[in-house]
Structures are given as structure tokens and as C-alpha cells.
């Protein structure tokens, strides 16, 4: 299914969102920036997909991105998209609830429109706690729930039904568009996300609604108790 967009992907995404997506990465990004700029941080964009946000942590981060993505048609997206703009690009193929990584051993970990598709939340969650360094952080870009009763109802409309004919028409895979208000339907509320991260070992859990609750920004930190 994702293999199938993957040369659609990016402009999709800026033409569904109206291109606030844009806004939500940066966000992202600004929470991570500290972390980025460390000499000799290791930080992992997550579910990369074609690479956006990678490429734009690069711009700020004083070591390579690490990127991965279980789709190989999108690494081979964000590799040629790295080339292009002359950026380092450590990529590899990997499952998210399996990471080929030892303990311990990233500053930091994002995952924008990503998590929302891994097939256990709790077992992704204790995996990327594993893999964290202690004082290591999580930040988690994810579509969410409108709290407002019109952002409700209008957003509802677009994404059940004119953002998946749009999707099928531009991509030529209805299924992916279809599949996305579905999931995001089923989605954990902020909430209940922010309480899922605490039970995997993270701390000092936070959310922030983006753009009327369409999304949210997860923070988690990792901080072994004594």
C-alpha cells in the first residue's frame, strides 16, 4: 500500500493538508532542535518515509540523521531526495517493534505520521524506550481528535470523504486514502497515548494540540528510575 504512493507521497501530503503539514514538522523540529545540536547526538527520524523531516533536522543537527522506514520504494525516495541537497544519508530498512539497534543508544527519536501504523502501540512504545539513552527523547507527530464541534464536523467531512477520492485520483491507490481516516478514527485520544508512553518507562509525558486537535505533538523522556 505504501510502496504504491511513494512516488506521489510528498506532494500529496502538502496538497491534502494545505500544506500545513509544513507547520507541523517545524514544530516537531523546534522540540528536538537541543538535542540535535549536541556534538556527536544520535537521533533517529523514525517511519521516514520519503525523508522530510530527516532532511530538515539535517539542517540543524550537528551529526547525521539516522533514518528508517519499513517501505523500501520510500527509502529509495528519501535517499534520492538526500542526494539531491548534497545531505549525508544513513538509511536502513527496519521494523519498528524490532529496531536493529543495541540499548541505549539514541539521544533521541521522532516519528511524524508514523506511529500511527505500527501494528502494537505498547510493544513500538517499549521498544523505542529501549533503544533511547537515559535522558533520551521521544517526540511523537500524529494525526488526533478536533476537540471543537465545527473543526469535528468539518474536518470529517475531508478526510472521510473528499480527502480519500483526492488521494485515489492523484495516487492511483484508493487504498491508502481510504485507509487513513480509518485509522485515524481508531486512533488513541492524547490522552490515553500520553498514559500508554508512562506504562513503556517514558516521563515528563506531554501533548500538544496542533491546528484545532487535527494533530498533536507527543514529548516523552527516558529517565531510568532509581
Given amino acids: 500500500?505504501?510502496?504504491?504512493?511513494?512516488?506521489?507521497?510528498?506532494?500529496?501530503?502538502?496538497?491534502?493538508?494545505?500544506?500545513?503539514?509544513?507547520?507541523?514538522?517545524?514544530?516537531?523540529?523546534?522540540?528536538?532542535?537541543?538535542?540535535?545540536?549536541?556534538?556527536?547526538?544520535?537521533?533517529?527520524?523514525?517511519?521516514c518515509g520519503t525523508g522530510d523531516v530527516l532532511l530538515d533536522m539535517q539542517k540543524v543537527a550537528s551529526n547525521p540523521v539516522l533514518g528508517a522506514d519499513f517501505c523500501h520504494p520510500m527509502l529509495v525516495e528519501a535517499r534520492a531526495k538526500a542526494s539531491h541537497k548534497g545531505y549525508p544519508?544513513?538509511?536502513f530498512e527496519a521494523d519498528a517493534l524490532q529496531l536493529p539497534l543495541s540499548d541505549s543508544t539514541l539521544d533521541a527519536i521522532s516519528?511524524?505520521?508514523?506511529?500511527?501504523?505500527?501494528?502494537?502501540?505498547?510493544?513500538?512504545?517499549?521498544?523505542?524506550?529501549?533503544?533511547?539513552?537515559?535522558?533520551?527523547?521521544?517526540?511523537?507527530?500524529?494525526?488526533?481528535?478536533?476537540?471543537a464541534w465545527f473543526m469535528r464536523l468539518t474536518y470529517g467531512f475531508y478526510s472521510e470523504m473528499m480527502l480519500p477520492a483526492i488521494g485515489a485520483l492523484i495516487s492511483g491507490s484508493r487504498e491508502a486514502y481510504a485507509y487513513l481516516p480509518d485509522s485515524i478514527r481508531k486512533f488513541p485520544q492524547p490522552?490515553?497515548?500520553?498514559?500508554?508512553?508512562?506504562?513503556?518507562?517514558?516521563?515528563?509525558?506531554t501533548f500538544e494540540m496542533l491546528t484545532g486537535g487535527i494533530a498533536a505533538l507527543h514529548i516523552g523522556k527516558k529517565v531510568d528510575r532509581a
Fill in 1 to 47: 500500500m505504501f510502496a504504491a504512493i511513494a512516488p506521489r507521497y510528498d506532494f500529496l501530503n502538502h496538497l491534502l493538508s494545505f500544506n500545513i503539514d509544513r507547520f507541523w514538522r517545524k514544530a516537531l523540529i523546534e522540540r528536538l532542535t537541543t538535542v540535535l545540536q549536541r556534538p556527536r547526538a544520535k537521533v533517529l527520524d523514525l517511519c
Fill in 89 to 91: 544519508a544513513q538509511l
Fill in 111 to 147: 516519528i511524524a505520521f508514523g506511529f500511527r501504523n505500527l501494528a502494537n502501540y505498547s510493544a513500538g512504545l517499549l521498544e523505542l524506550h529501549r533503544v533511547l539513552k537515559q535522558d533520551g527523547v521521544l517526540a511523537i507527530l500524529e494525526f488526533s481528535h478536533p476537540t
Fill in 191 to 205: 490522552e490515553e497515548l500520553g498514559k500508554m508512553m508512562e506504562a513503556a518507562g517514558f516521563t515528563e509525558t
